[in-house]
């Protein structure tokens, strides 16, 4: 009950809690972060095959010049080798990591069979404000940090949290949808910021109908900005009824592949831990630490092939109906694309022994959306891609092509997109001969 006996300063504190804003932008991206795959392979950080530094129990990190702290679980029997989920906790307001961690993470732990990382951030003044953007970049700190030293697989990377926790998983889907696998926000609203907010992440709200703190009117709007980015088809979901002591689960239709939305509604007030049949919530009898979960985990990554993937082109597609613009292309082509069209830039994200990784940003400099895109390159003498995500790859040395998935093709003016690799010899070379053309 250890989250519930904070209902009632959370409450109190209610007047604070609604005034809170974001303060400024959210920070630079995540040093060192890969894409999140949707349904891609696996890619190793570089804590994998190191003994790890890092023990369990409360951690201090410096981020933003100052000294901030979290509680780190790491698996029983930790593997070096294995790649495990991440998933962060964000606590409520008035309440702590030390909440989170002693609650099983809401509710998780207990159902992981040592198969997650379980870490529990502490917020500056029991809260997540956010001002200018400071703990987004604890979030990338804190990422950077564990994943330097153990072993994570980048393509399952989760936060939840209830409340203030619930906002500051949003400002984090919000904000870093390549690295944030899926979230799940309880009971939250827009308190944390959002900066971004228009890309995809898989979603799962849940809120309560009387809900006397953050009213479920908010709920509902965090919920439909995910609804909107992940190409959902809208609806109004039922909700239980004033009395039903039961909860709603809705699975929408029509999402993009990889990025379900969820929404949960309970007949109930401001809390966590709803039960079914009963008007008292109950840490160890709710029916969200099994949802969350089951909706995690859902997404399985898989492993590096052992083999080479298949040379030949991928299907193409019929090229777009409209019109290409009529008007002329810039004087000065972008410095690594063609006039028009597209660029890339390549920037290297770890490396070890044998290996590397590197990721590839695809970037629309022009007025016109970009329909579909391929990327050429040329890897150094001795490398070869072992996994690619978030793009199809024809060829894995020398010249390699990567066209886009069919999730990240549209490029709307100003937009970008990224892909990552990994691959084996010595990252210390970088591509070259890098441009990219449209379709």
């Known amino acids: 009950m250890a989250r519930h006996r904070h209902l009632f300063s959370l409450i109190a504190g209610a007047a604070v809690l609604l005034a809170a804003t974001a303060g400024g932008a959210l920070g630079s991206s995540f040093r060192g972060a890969a894409v999140a795959a949707t349904n891609g392979t696996l890619a190793a950080t570089a804590g994998c095959g190191k003994a790890p530094t890092l023990t369990n129990g409360t951690r201090t990190i410096q981020s933003s010049g100052q000294s901030r702290t979290y509680i780190l679980r790491i698996p029983d029997g930790y593997d070096r080798n294995r790649p495990y989920r991440l998933i962060f906790g964000f606590h409520w307001l008035n309440g702590s990591a030390n909440n989170v961690a002693s609650a099983g993470y809401y509710g998780l732990a207990p159902l992981s069979n040592n198969s997650t990382i379980f870490v529990a951030p502490q917020g500056l003044n029991a809260g997540w404000a956010n001002t200018n953007g400071r703990d987004l970049t604890l979030f990338d700190d804190i990422s950077?940090?564990?994943?330097?030293?153990?072993?994570?697989d980048t393509t399952q990377r989760f936060a939840l949290g209830w409340s203030y926790g619930g906002a500051m998983s949003y400002a984090v889907a919000c904000a870093r949808p390549t690295v944030i696998r899926a979230v799940s926000v309880l009971s939250g609203a827009n308190l944390s910021g959002c900066n971004g907010g228009t890309q995809p992440v898989a979603y799962f709200g849940i809120h309560g109908i009387y809900d006397?703190?953050?009213?479920?009117s908010q709920g509902r709007s965090l919920r439909d900005t995910f609804?909107?980015?992940?190409?959902?088809t809208a609806q109004s979901p039922r909700e239980?009824?004033?009395?039903?002591?039961?909860?709603i689960t809705t699975t929408y239709a029509g999402c993009r592949a990889g990025y379900p939305v969820q929404w949960a509604a309970f007949d109930g007030d401001h809390t966590p831990s709803p039960v079914d049949g009963s008007s008292s919530p109950n840490d160890s009898r709710t029916w969200t630490s099994g949802e969350i979960w089951r909706f995690f985990s859902q997404f399985e990554s898989t492993t590096p092939p052992t083999t080479a993937?298949?040379?030949?082109?991928p299907p193409t597609t019929a090229p777009p109906t409209t019109t290409p613009p009529t008007t002329a292309p810039p004087t000065t082509p972008p410095p690594t694309g063609e006039p028009g069209t597209c660029a890339a830039t390549y920037s290297a994200v770890n490396s070890w022994p044998g290996g590397f990784q590197g990721e590839v940003t695809v970037a629309n400099n022009t007025a016109t959306t970009v329909n579909g895109w391929t990327v050429r390159l040329t890897l150094a003498s001795g490398q070869a891609i072992?996994?690619?995500?978030?793009?199809?790859?024809?060829?894995?040395?020398?010249?390699?092509?990567?066209?886009?998935?069919?999730?990240?093709?549209t490029l709307?003016?100003?937009?970008?997109?990224?892909?990552?690799?990994?691959?084996t010899g010595n990252g210390a070379t970088p591509p070259s001969n890098i441009t990219c053309t449209s379709p």
């Not at 709307?412 to 691959?423: E, K, R």
């Open 144 to 152: 950077q940090q564990i994943e330097n030293d153990l072993c994570v």
């Open 386 to 409: 072992s996994s690619l995500w978030s793009g199809t790859n024809t060829g894995t040395t020398g010249n390699v092509t990567v066209r886009n998935a069919p999730y990240n093709g």
């Open 412 to 423: 709307g003016p100003n937009a970008s997109t990224t892909f990552g690799f990994t691959a």
């Open 240 to 247: 239980p009824s004033r009395g039903s002591l039961t909860h």
């Open 309 to 313: 993937p298949p040379t030949t082109a």
């Open 227 to 232: 609804v909107r980015n992940n190409g959902c």
């Open 212 to 216: 006397s703190v953050l009213n479920i």
